[in-house]
């Protein structure tokens, strides 16, 4: 352990000043690569982590088995290849770097229409990784190799469904006999416990569009679960608290991060077979691969390139873009990154040179290239919808399992849940100072506080809403007005009203199993993953019928008592208030039937083994030899 922080505190002091440009040739070598092995990632680990037993009830290890009928109430109460760096292959720059003007950093028009997320806190204090036990099955497709490339990854750094979807898939793509590595930029905000168990894999120097300087590359691996986690470090790009700042900072950082991405594939001389990259974070990795990269190993792999929110595109003026990248002319055409008269779209582009395009939009995938959703891409993405596939995401059920869940106040699973699920409600209102009542209707609000997410809908409808059975919890941070909002109705509701403007995983989970129905009324949702999660913790979900949330919530039928949730279809807060109160007839009313549905979602397949087998026949069908 102490020789692990040495390397990495050596690692950190090798960056070059601002003024210290390395050249070329002599900056690739600069440092062997140290050879580090995979036991001795897998030893740096500390011991696993047990989750608190309960009490009462035995240590339960696996997920709930599934049922096939609902239980009724009358039941039962309660590798990678070492690298060996033999030669290494940087791309090879198209200009020459000292003829370009280094572009004003000042906001462009884009960057003031576009804001990157809002950047949520980091979870403070992740639950340490457990080690699973069980054997990895293995299925009997062909074995590939896969690279994610990616901006957040749970537990390292996550600010919402794409670090979710950075850590899952590629966990299941593992079990489908995937060679999966998720390359990550290594921000200063991660954790240090997880800091801590990176190994030194190796550095290198790369030069950078036309900044005419060497940048340090470092490489810090980590290894979990079968799946190799390698960070890209360099101090100048990645020591804010937080992975998203704004485009004049976020641009050139992940400009830098997608080159060094694929400098570090070719520098470990780990050449998958294919590369799947997440965003407009990563977007450039498929125009840097058939361009500056095409003629080094990592030209070779075939790319894919997912849009989990549509809404971030990355764009800025050409100038800057060009400098930052050292891309040649042809890229900046207006079939590739080219929009408007005089900005460079970064996922534009992406979606330009990736061999495939998916989006998390299940069977909606063609909503994409209407006006309403195509957010100005639509016209680009029906040019290039031969390539586009929909993929509806999954949750990951280990880390989502009320059944193992240590977080929870009492564990469950569907055979207990009817007698289970309130003890979970009461420890809630406990925790957040609300009025300690079984019988109340609680509904949960789990978000990024942005306009996306219906929030105005949502504060428009309070008052009649708080009728003295409901209670109302609200977690998420993000745009001032929602949260001082939230905290006014906080107020005025006591004991009522619970307003968390905060990040919090632990809570998040809480939530999903104390409440009893969970809020999603997004004026567009990609996929949208709390439905998925409050489902799995039989919480119902109340949604618009919008992208993926149309795609996984079957409206309930009275008539019938079939699906899964309360729905809406109109962006309208009557529309949305009616939702809630067909939600608080059946519950207060018809208990029975609410009881199935919460039965019912629990039994809903909503984990990530169909998608991601769907990702395995993607790769398949692009690495046909
Ligand atoms: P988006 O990616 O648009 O933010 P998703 O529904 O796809 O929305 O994913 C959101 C994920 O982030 C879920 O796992 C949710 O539980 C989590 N999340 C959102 N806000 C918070 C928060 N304030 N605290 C903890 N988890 C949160």
């Known amino acids: ?12 002091a090798a960056q070059p000043k601002a003024d210290q440009a390395v050249p070329m040739e002599a900056a690739v070598s600069s440092q062997e690569p140290t050879a580090v092995k995979k036991t001795t990632a897998k030893k740096a680990g500390t011991p696993k982590k047990k989750a608190p037993a309960k009490k009462d009830e035995p ?57 990157a997320p809002a950047a949520e806190e980091i979870n403070p204090v992740p639950a340490v990784p457990e080690q699973p036990k069980e054997e990895i099955p293995m299925y009997d497709t062909p074995r590939r190799s896969v690279a994610f490339i990616g901006s957040e990854c749970h537990p390292f750094v996550k600010t919402g469904g794409l670090g979710d979807v950075m850590y899952a898939l590629p966990r299941e793509l593992v079990k489908q006999n995937c060679d999966v590595r998720v390359i990550l930029p290594r921000y200063a905000c991660i954790p240090q416990q997880y800091q801590d168990r990176m190994v030194y894999r190796g550095e290198f120097y790369m030069d950078l569009g036309f900044t005419g300087r060497s940048y340090y590359v470092g490489i810090m691996e980590y290894i979990w679960d079968g799946v190799v986690y390698d960070f890209i470090d360099n101090q100048e790009f990645f020591t804010e608290g ?66 989990h929110n549509l809404r971030f595109q990355g764009i800025y003026n050409i100038p800057t873009i060009r400098y930052w990248t050292g891309l040649p002319d042809e890229v900046f055409q207006m079939g590739a990154l080219k929009q408007g008269y005089e900005d460079a779209n970064m996922l534009k582009g992406g979606l330009a040179y990736a061999d495939r395009i998916t989006t998390v939009r299940g069977t909606y995938a063609w909503e994409l290239q209407t006006p309403e959703y195509g957010h100005k891409l639509e016209e680009h993405l029906q040019y290039h919808s031969y390539k586009l596939r929909g993929i509806v995401n999954g949750i990951d ?41 079984g019988g109340k209707f609680v509904i949960g609000l789990i978000s ?21 059975n409901t209670q109302v919890v609200v977690l998420g941070t993000g745009d001032k007005v929602y949260e001082d909002t939230f905290r006014y109705y906080e107020n005025a509701y006591k004991g009522m009203f619970s307003a968390c403007i905060q990040y919090d995983e632990g809570r998040a989970h809480r939530i999903y199993a104390g409440a009893d129905a969970l809020l999603v009324p997004s004026r567009f949702e990609p996929c949208g993953l709390t439905q998925l999660n409050a489902m799995h913790y039989g919480t119902l979900p109340i949604v618009r019928e919008t992208g993926g ?62 998608s991601a087998r769907q990702y395995k026949d993607l790769y398949l069908e692009l690495t046909q030899w």
């Open 1 to 12: 352990m102490a020789e692990k922080k040495a390397k990495t505190t050596k690692s950190k």
């Open 59 to 115: 240590a339960v290890k696996k997920a709930a088995p599934k049922k096939k009928t609902p239980v009724k109430k009358s039941q039962p109460a309660p590798a990678t290849e070492e690298a060996k760096a033999e030669e290494i292959f940087l791309p090879q720059e198209v200009n020459s770097p000292e003829q370009q003007p280094l572009p004003a950093a000042e906001e462009s028009p884009a960057a003031v229409q576009e804001t």
């Open 242 to 307: 937080r992975p998203y700042v704004n485009l004049v900072d976020d641009i050139p950082k992940y400009c830098f991060f997608s080159k060094a991405a694929l400098a570090a594939l070719n520098y470990m001389n780990w050449i998958p077979d294919i590369i799947h990259c997440h965003d407009w974070q990563a977007a450039l990795v498929p125009v840097f691969q058939k361009t500056l990269f095409k003629d080094s190993p990592v030209g070779r792999a075939k790319s894919v390139l997912t849009i």
């Open 397 to 437: 059920y280990d880390m989502w399992n009320p059944a193992t869940d240590f977080n929870l106040a009492v564990n469950y699973d569907i055979t207990n849940v009817l007698d289970r699920k309130w003890q979970n409600k009461m420890a809630l209102q406990s925790e957040l100072g609300l009025v300690q009542d």
């Open 448 to 468: 990024r506080l942005t306009n996306q997410k219906g929030l105005d809908l949502v504060n428009a409808i309070v008052p009649q809403v708080m009728d003295g």
């Open 549 to 610: 949330l149309k795609d996984t919530v079957e409206p309930y039928n009275t008539a019938n008592g079939a699906g899964n949730g309360f729905t809406f279809d109109r962006y309208d807060a009557g529309l949305l208030l009616d939702a809630i109160n067909r939600a608080k007839t059946e519950y207060f009313l018809n208990r029975y039937h609410w009881d199935e549905v919460v039965q019912r979602d629990m039994d809903k397949d909503v984990s990530w083994q169909n």
